[in-house]
């Protein structure tokens, strides 16, 4: 069994900062990578940045040079560090790992989770 919890969501000004966080935890072996998902209303669930073992990002291309996503690989936490928010950016933020099993096999695991709103 695995667990995302999450935390760092809420309401801030358009402009401001937000740090997000997630750390899992349970039955883990090593996670390859570690990533941020967002879904605004009326919008799909989509990437919004992905790091792997080794530190390899990726970025969606509406937050780069505003998003910054690091990893804590000892502590099997995802950080992402939200800054110049836009009122666009409003949406549930969904973390993801990506789990080993000591049989190599690979499974995905999501959280539950947290509201950003960036008023306006």
């Known amino acids: 069994q695995v667990q995302l919890v999450e935390s760092g969501g809420g309401l801030v000004q358009p402009g401001g900062s937000l740090r997000l966080s997630c750390a899992a935890s349970?039955?883990?072996?090593?996670?390859?990578?570690m990533a941020w998902y967002h879904q605004a209303p009326g919008k799909e669930r989509e990437l919004v940045a992905r790091?792997?073992?080794?530190?390899?990002?990726n970025y969606a291309d509406s937050v780069k040079g505003r998003f910054t996503i690091s990893r804590d690989n000892a502590k099997n936490t995802v950080y992402l560090q939200m800054n110049s928010l836009k009122p666009d950016d409003t949406a549930v933020y969904f973390c993801?790992?990506?789990?080993?099993?000591?049989?190599?096999?690979?499974?995905?695991?999501w959280g539950h989770g947290t509201q950003v709103t960036v008023s306006s």
């Open positions: 349970g039955s883990i072996s090593s996670i390859n990578a």
């Open positions: 993801h790992a990506e789990v080993v099993l000591i049989s190599r096999a690979t499974f995905g695991f």
């Open positions: 790091i792997t073992s080794d530190g390899s990002t």
